[in-house]
């Protein structure tokens, strides 16, 4: 294995931590600023049931009834539902939130790990075979940590890899134009 010049291992590790903190941060605080206005949600709501029973239940009836039950049996599933969970019954169905679709900070921002292999890539590649492996490694990558994503976060897979490869693979031709231009 051949040693790389020193001063492409360390643009390529700057780049890594400043880009990856920068992403993951990003990433982190937008979630974590979504959680926060989910937990906000959840406790208003809690107290809305604490405070008024009778009226939340009668919103959530007819929510049921605006989804196309009969009043009967929308009152029916309404006494059911809120008798095993209120709350749970409540966020999920008046606001959109469940544990399924809960805002998690920490899993956005594990995505950004992903620059990782271009890192390797400069270390492993032939100086030959450098420059079009980290674009190749790259874009992998993106799909690998989108897939993995998407995968956990219940969403389709290949919808969102392919986006992301291909506003890659664009955000990496922009990049390159620079070379050209200094």
Known sequence: MELRPPTLLVTCVAGLISGAASMAADE?????????????????EARELKCHPEP???KLKNFYIQRGLQHALAEKVTKQLTAHNALDAHTRDEIGISNRT???PLLAAAPSVGSLFPLIA??????????????VVGIISLGLMVVLASYVGGVCIWR????????GIIAMLFSSLGRFII
Do not use: F, T
């Open 56 to 58: 939340e239940l009668q």
């Open 28 to 44: 982190y605080i937008s979630i974590k600023s979504q959680q926060d206005i989910e937990k906000n949600a959840l406790d208003m």
């Open 102 to 104: 809960l805002a998690r």
């Open 160 to 167: 969102g890899s392919v986006r992301v490869m291909i506003w």
């Open 122 to 135: 400069i270390i492993v590649l032939s100086e030959s075979y450098l420059d079009k492996g980290i674009m």
